[in-house]
């Protein structure tokens, strides 16, 4: 599959947009999270589960995905390859272990948030989330130093494809 340059270049936006955007939403819950700890203000960290539980679905699950998907296509489709290169098989476990963590972590979300709602529960002081968002945002990070410095390595196919088009140039 080849795209072209305004493909490409449409495509990379997207892929950046929606990779950015659930960094930041992560590191938003990483701010609210660490202010719920610190504080003296329960209630902030029952504002933060109700939080998680508006999000996840609608901004969160969604911006992985599309990440997950455009990083998928813009890898089939431009000379970097899916399985070519070892910062682009890394980047996409990273990836796909994030958002497979995030969707599993949304059955933790929804009975906390469901205790959060609770007026009877007020000023009842709430487990962190700590631990998962702060994990999130530091595999997502990885995952972007990656994008951005292309550490060298081919795999063993990325090697085969390497030294099979050298032997078909004349």
């Known amino acids: 599959m080849v795209l072209s340059a305004a493909g490409r270049k449409f495509l990379l936006t997207l892929h950046v947009i929606c990779s950015m955007g659930w960094a930041g939403a992560v590191a938003v819950f990483v701010v609210l999270d660490v202010a719920a700890l610190t504080g003296n203000q329960p209630e902030l960290g029952r504002l933060l589960w109700l939080g998680l539980q508006a999000t996840v679905w609608s901004l969160l699950i969604p911006l992985a995905l599309w990440s997950l998907l455009t990083g998928i296509i813009l890898a089939v489709s431009t000379r970097w390859g899916l399985v070519r290169h070892y910062w682009v098989l890394l980047k996409l476990a990273l990836t796909l272990v994030a958002t497979v963590v995030l969707v599993m972590y949304t059955e933790t979300i929804e ?24 994990g999130a945002l530091v595999v997502l990070l ?12 081919l795999t063993r196919y990325g090697q085969k494809k390497r030294r099979a088009g050298l032997q078909q140039v004349p």
Request: glycine letters at 6%; zero cysteines.
């Open 111 to 134: 009975p906390l948030a469901a205790i959060a709602k609770d007026p009877a529960m007020a000023g009842t002081q709430m487990p962190s989330p700590l631990l998962h968002t702060a």
């Open 142 to 153: 990885l995952a972007t130093i990656l994008a951005v410095y292309k550490p060298r390595g």
